[in-house]
């Protein structure tokens, strides 16, 4: 735990397992309702003094913080991979984009701009300046440890807000290690503090208080749904970024090398554990044989084994308990007439022999009564879905409470305006299975969540609009 920029040891620890290898990575102290409490005050007393500052103060320690991740980035991937068990190739990804929210935050804190009104009378002047919103409460999933807590801690610290993070009790690891930067680049006294421990009373702490101006949340829809209710007692400002249920739609125009290469990327990164990973692949019918051949040699030729061993692609599950719910899925569909292309089980033998690893999986003649098409699948199951005409996959991608982000491939000009205009998708990748980028908008709509992260976007949630009218 660290609050007020100590680190302070607690009576209660919990130890941190690897998914691939079942051994103790490390051990953390658990926290409570009452240390969430001197964290918020300790955030409530620095707001003035970091608000304060000059951007460009803001900046300059933004920037160091860029400086110390470079110098850590590759112990930091490895803690990564050691605490949830994606690959090392993935673990490096995640960290190389954790490194640009710093950088881009640390530029965009110069420009927090407001307006200058028409003049609205002979002797009165309006304007319009944004203010930091005061201080925020993140809560951060498992699945990318460090990323997710960069897109809110980056923005809010750029704006003036100081920070409550609580990140997953599953992969707490990395957070520790950024809080260690935090201290060695001497941010002010309680503009960042870290909290670990049983979520309820850690959310509820924040939650209820008054102080906490700011929820911004990434995780499930359902616990999503539950903060939001939280948050309407003091009425906090809320970011949500939820689950997602992507559409992968293949047209027959499509190349189809690149759609398979494109699904190999967007099903089976993080072992199908991300929030933008394909869950429902549609393909017409006319390539739909010729697809599913080649997503199959392409999909057993994938090295799974160990995150930290280079030659792997895949790595591990996050638990035991994400293997039960993947294989629940598959043998849902297999019941109801799915069949089975390859994998469809836990891999267990050498190398997998205490971990949680599943075999890259691929269903054909997969139906929407199957739950694989309607519930989130967190792994690494490919369903293949057939459709015929451009509106039938229109209708299909789209039925769903899901609108995160969604994919199609086709060569035709015409269908790539109209089907990115249809589909119901906060993010859409034409040709792209990663249509993710520092300057672009992240995030979803329906039930995927509420505001924007990543780019200029990502400032907004985090500021006030203040109308200022002067009368002389
Ligand atoms: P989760 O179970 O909702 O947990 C997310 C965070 O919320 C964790 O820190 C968790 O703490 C905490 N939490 C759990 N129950 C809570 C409660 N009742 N009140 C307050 N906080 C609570 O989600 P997850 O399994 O970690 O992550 C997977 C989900 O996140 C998927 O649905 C995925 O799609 C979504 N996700 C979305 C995005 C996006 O940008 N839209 C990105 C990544 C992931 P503990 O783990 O300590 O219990």
């Given amino acids: 735990m660290y609050i007020n920029n100590k680190w302070i040891d607690t009576k209660d620890t919990l130890e941190i397992l690897n998914p691939a290898t079942g051994e103790v990575v490390d051990s953390v102290g658990l926290v409570g309702a009452e240390e969430t409490q001197q964290a918020i005050d300790a955030a409530k007393a620095a707001f003035p003094v970091w608000s304060g500052l000059t951007a460009e103060d803001r900046s300059t320690y933004l920037l160091k913080i860029v400086d110390k991740l470079e110098e850590k980035k590759e112990h930091l991937a490895q803690v990564i991979t050691k605490e949830m068990g994606k690959s090392i190739h993935n673990a490096r990804y995640e960290v190389g984009s954790t490194i640009s929210f710093y950088k881009w935050y640390a530029e965009e804190a110069r420009r927090i701009y407001g ?261 989130e699948t967190f792994g690494p199951v490919a369903p293949l879905i057939r459709f015929t005409t451009e509106e039938e996959a229109i209708e299909k991608a789209n039925n769903t409470e899901y609108g995160l982000a969604s994919y199609f491939y086709t060569k035709d000009l015409g269908r790539m305006y109209r089907v990115s205009e249809k589909l119901e998708y906060g993010m859409v990748g034409v040709n792209d299975p990663a249509p993710f980028a520092i300057q672009a908008p992240f995030g979803g709509v329906k039930e995927s969540g509420l505001g924007r992260e990543s780019g200029k976007y990502g400032v907004e949630d985090y500021l006030d609009t203040k109308s200022i009218s002067v009368m002389f």
């Fill in 115 to 375: 307006d200058v009104m028409p003049i609205v009378g002979a002797n009165k002047r309006g304007h319009v300046i944004k203010q930091p919103v005061g201080v925020v409460a993140a809560i951060t999933p498992w699945n990318f440890p460090l990323s997710m807590g960069a897109r809110k801690l980056a923005p809010a610290l750029a704006v003036g807000c100081t920070v409550v993070l609580k990140p997953s009790s599953e992969a707490p690891l990395s957070s520790l290690e950024l809080f260690k930067i935090f201290d060695e680049v001497g941010l002010p006294e309680g503009v960042v503090n870290l909290v670990i421990g049983s979520s309820g009373p850690i959310a509820k702490t924040m939650m209820d208080s008054k102080d906490v101006k700011k929820i911004s949340f990434t995780g499930s829809t359902e616990v999503g749904k539950k903060l939001i209710r939280q948050s309407a007692d003091t009425v906090k400002r809320v970011s949500m970024e939820l689950g997602g249920h992507a559409p992968y739609i293949v047209f027959e125009d499509a190349d189809l090398d690149l759609a398979v290469k494109g699904v190999i990327g967007s099903k089976f990164a993080s072992s199908g554990q991300q929030c933008v990973c394909t869950n429902r692949v549609y393909i017409q019918d006319a390539i739909y044989e010729e697809f599913a051949e080649k997503l199959q040699a392409a999909v057993e030729s994938m090295k799974v084994g160990n995150g930290l061993d280079e030659s792997n692609q895949m790595g591990s599950l996050i638990n035991d308990k994400a293997i039960a719910s993947v294989h629940d899925q598959v043998t849902d569909a297999l019941g109801k007439g799915a069949k089975l292309l390859c994998g469809g089980d836990r891999l267990s033998g050498e190398g997998y022999e205490n971990g949680s690893f599943y075999a890259p999986t691929i269903l054909s003649n997969v139906t929407e009564d199957m739950k694989i098409t309607h519930e």
